[in-house]
């Protein structure tokens, strides 16, 4: 059964090269195009469509606001933020409001197609250039990672201070550091965001949990 | 009513003094004839006593009342007897005959003959000046019957005593306290009014921040010199506040033209070479007539190339303005960091307080601040660790935004603004992007020790 989604893009040139791509696909079905957030709220709203490519920046509602919107609204569609920031923070905003992928503009057509398919069925998508894995992706796996360490890694992303995690850890802050330290080698993360990413995207975390 | 200072002047001490003196003379004419009628009468009382004994002794009063001269009486030795009683009095008296000779009087007196030339018998005392300096009152009077004169005379001064010398210095007491008076006026006016008035007409010409007044004003009081001193001090700084306002402006239109050509030049030097060779690529493309793999490895290599100018284009417009500001501080601080510490190679460890909202143009500052402060670090300090530390401090009510360094640091220089014309802008830009939104940016460092700059953000200037 073919997919069905609209794209919001507010630049024309960026959502016919989109369109050409995913027209080549037999199983995608674009129903509806929107140059703007608010005339795309009120297409999610009427076509319910399966998956949403959001631009983040758009006039209107942004693609972030959009996703926000989409899951209050309980709506049975899934947001894949389609963008050309590689903010890191934009991917975990992106993620906090409710999106399941995030995927570059300049990614290769067979990336987005995989990205929606991933999205359309329930899984997470994350763009490799958003959070580098040290390999290419697929085929790395990283190290197991520790229950403590996860347990910390879960802490850190809810925004807790290493003095926080510690204390409510039992533990020394400098184990919590230590700790941390052995999450970003194993996942090949160079700072506390992308382990997160990292983590969502190896299944190390889900989610939900790390966004409770 | 406003007055002028030399009519207040004229008005409160010369014309006054004037007044003064012209009482003061006109009370010693009144003096002076008091002193002429009291000296008249004195001596002429004492001529006429002494006229009256001496006719007395020269003859006898009988019982019937008539006077007849007693012939057997010495004339000298009369004299002596009446005269000589003995009774202490102002003046001296002599008795001539009518050749002028002294009958009778101090051996000193004799000089008194004079005056019998000089005056009209029983004429009205009359006032001289004697050989000695002292004034006197003369009187002549004849004796009945006799070819004799008494002539008397009374220096004032023995007379009326200390009240001579007080009518003779009033007047010019007060004369000269009116001179002083009026001399005091000629010295106000030549040493507080001119020079006040050369002032006032050069301050009102003075243009603020371009002239200075005079250095010196030697004719003016020392108060008004030392004005003028102050003036000068305040001028020369409101013109070295005006130069450096005007070199300020000079840096910033600089920076502005400096930071123009950077960006010209990065598009140039980036995205511009790589959309030329897509394009290149492109042309090579629709007119090649190779197989149809040598089209592809073309393809691709126009793809790569285009996709390298994104990345470029993207980083600009990150390093430009970045667009993730407007999810907040803590995530804009987050982003910056990890990006920071890529390209860096510095550790950056962050405290934040996930709690803190703040507007944009605070957000702004503090974000450029704390990119200002990591890169300063590393180039100048060569730090290994950063922290940077965003917090409320609810007492307080500020918001602060700490980044401390393990680098080398460096002395503080107390004037942070005097720096951006030196040609070292970082520093005075943190202090106007915090001052912009209100806030506040404290350096403190030392050698060895690592540098913290803090800046400080009253919640009540956040909207």
Known sequence: MAISMILADDHPLTREGMRGYLAKESDFNIIGEYADGETAWQGIQQLKPQVALLDIRMPGYDGVALARKIKEAGI???SLMLTSYDAQQYVMASLRAGARGYVLKTASMETLSKAIRIVARGGFYLDSEVASAVEEEGDFVPEPVSVREREVLLLAARGLSGKEIAAQLFISERTVQTHLASIYDKLGAKNKTEAMLLSLKYGIVTLEELLD | MRKNLLVQLTIAIFLPCLGGFLIAWI?????????????????????????????????????????????FRSRIAGLNEVMLSGVQIPGVFAIFDEEGQQVYGPEDASHLSSVLRQTALAAEPQKMSGTDGRVYTVAVYPVTERELYVVAAVAWDELLGPMVSLATFWPFITGLLGLIGVFSVYIMWQKVIMPLKDLETEISAMKWGEDIPLQKAPEAVEELQKLREALV??????????????????????????????????????????VTAF????????????????????LLDAENIALTGVREMRELCNDLTPPWLDLGIVQALTELSERQSRQLGVTITLDLDDFIELPEDATLAFFRVTQES???????????????????????????????????????PDDITELRVQGHRGLSNMNERMSIVGGEVTIHSELGKGTTIRCELSKDKLD
């Open chain 1, 76 to 78: 049975p569609t899934v």
């Open chain 2, 27 to 71: 009370g010693f004419y009144q003096f002076e004839k008091t002193m002429e009628s009291v000296a008249a009468s004195y001596v002429q009382n004492l001529v006429q006593g002494a006229a009256a004994r001496l006719e007395t002794s020269y003859g006898d009063i009988y019982s019937d009342g008539s006077w007849r001269p007693n012939l």
């Open chain 2, 233 to 274: 001090t305040l001028a020369q700084s409101a013109v070295a506040q005006a130069q450096l306002a005007r070199r300020y402006v000079n840096d910033l239109v600089k920076v502005q033209e400096e930071e123009r050509e950077r960006i010209s030049r990065e598009i140039h030097d980036g995205p511009l070479q790589d």
């Open chain 2, 279 to 298: 394009v290149q690529r492109l042309r090579l493309i629709s007119k090649s007539d190779d197989s149809p793999e040598e089209r592809q490895r073309l």
């Open chain 2, 374 to 412: 990591v890169n300063n670090s590393v180039s100048h300090g060569e730090a290994k660790n950063v922290k940077v530390i965003l917090r409320e401090d609810e007492e307080a009510n500020t918001i602060i935004l700490e980044i401390q360094d393990d680098g080398k640091g460096f002395n503080v």
